[in-house]
């Protein structure tokens, strides 16, 4: 069944995008409502929150902006729904028809739904810019002094402060993993929201992925060796393509999957690096023996701040940010992520990069 002529070009308009700005928007839709009721003048009356004047929004057949007062007492007035003291003016010479006027009623619930959607969103994007602004200030409050309590750490554990005993080594150990695992926190907190405000810079080059896997190796060594683990990476090729990405960034992906892997894998188990190539694309793999994924938590790994209720996962330390850096890193340097269950036991976390060209 077809639209009826007069509600095809309003059908077309709604489907436009009213997200750059409003006015424009709704400024074009009466411009139809003029042309399909043939009207002498119209006007929408939007209502603002917080004691601020409503927005108007006229128009006439010479693209002319009428206000309120232009309008006679006998104009026809439709409310908008859901928005209080909302209205559409319509000043017209001719009784309008049924079909005319079911137009007009649609296209002022129309522009009720654009103006509240418009005012969701801004109010979405300002509370989105307060967050990175905080989440901005923290981070870089935070930084300088566990810098200096790691720094400070780091000489006392050197012995520069005077001999430490067993007991004061152990305390001295706890304070520097801590600072560490909060310098972690801040770090995928800041790209996070940098990622979310496209304000994440990358330094794409081109280069090895293997190279990546043996940076992010030596940075996982001491976790890696105070677990008993062992990271084997024998089935990354040299020979495989070089990718077109950010050679630290990808180092920092790598790095996340293998402290998770570490994490969560049993003592004296073994982890595995693969990397192959994949169509257009790298294929860098991390098999770990560990627990496994419920397949209620599977579609929800990759959220900020997710972490699995099993008792398990509770029983480690995290807050469910290290996976969501990796996709929002993935995302930005064209490549995705992914999780797959290992047949025996186990997860298996990928990710790709687009090769160079």
């Not at 436009?16 to 009721?37: R, V, W, Y």
């Not at 330094?203 to 990546?212: L, P």
């Not at 049993?266 to 994924?293: K, N, T």
Request: charged share 25%; glycine share 6%.
């Amino acid at each position: 069944m077809t639209n009826p002529p007069s509600f095809a070009s309003l059908n077309t308009w709604n489907a436009e995008t009213s997200d750059d700005d409003l006015n424009d928007f709704l400024a074009h839709g009466l411009d139809i409502l003029l042309k399909e009721t043939t009207a002498k003048r119209t006007l929408l009356v939007i209502p603002f929150p917080e004691d601020s004047p409503p927005l108007e929004i006229g128009r006439d057949p010479a693209g002319r902006a009428p206000r309120v007062a232009d309008f006679p007492e006998d104009a026809l007035r439709f409310p908008l729904p859901g928005l209080p003291d909302g209205w559409l003016l319509l000043e017209t010479q001719a009784l309008l028809t049924d079909e005319q006027r079911t137009l007009v009623e649609t296209f002022a619930t129309l522009a009720a739904l654009h103006s509240e959607k418009h005012r969701w969103q801004t109010a979405y994007r300002h509370a989105r810019q307060e967050k990175s602004h905080f989440v901005s200030v923290v981070s870089h409050e935070l930084r300088l002094p566990m810098t200096s309590i790691k720094g400070y750490t780091d000489l006392m554990l050197k012995g520069m402060t005077g001999e430490i005993n067993e007991m004061q080594t152990n305390f001295l150990e706890v304070i520097r993993n801590n600072v560490e695992r909060m310098s972690r926190l801040i770090s995928n907190l800041s790209d996070l929201s940098k990622a979310e405000e496209g304000r994440l810079l990358l330094k794409k080059d081109t280069f090895w992925v293997g190279m990546a896997v043996q940076n992010a190796r030596a940075a996982v060594k001491e976790i890696i060796s105070a677990r008993k683990q062992t990271v084997v990476s024998d089935e990354i090729p040299a020979d495989l393509p070089p990718v077109h990405a950010d050679s630290q960034r990808v180092t920092q992906m790598v790095e996340i999957y293998l402290r998770n892997a570490s994490l969560y894998s049993p003592e004296g188990s073994q982890i595995h690096l693969r990397a192959f190539q994949d169509g257009s694309c790298v294929r860098l793999e991390v098999h770990d023996p560990g627990m496994g994924v419920a397949e209620t938590d599977q579609p929800h790994l990759f959220e900020p701040f997710f972490r699995s209720e099993d008792q398990r996962v509770r029983d480690h330390a995290g807050w469910g940010l290290g996976l969501a850096v990796v996709r929002a890193l993935a995302d930005l340097q064209g490549g995705q992520v992914g999780f797959s269950p290992r047949p025996q036991a186990g997860s298996i976390f990928w990710f790709t990069l687009p090769l160079a060209s």
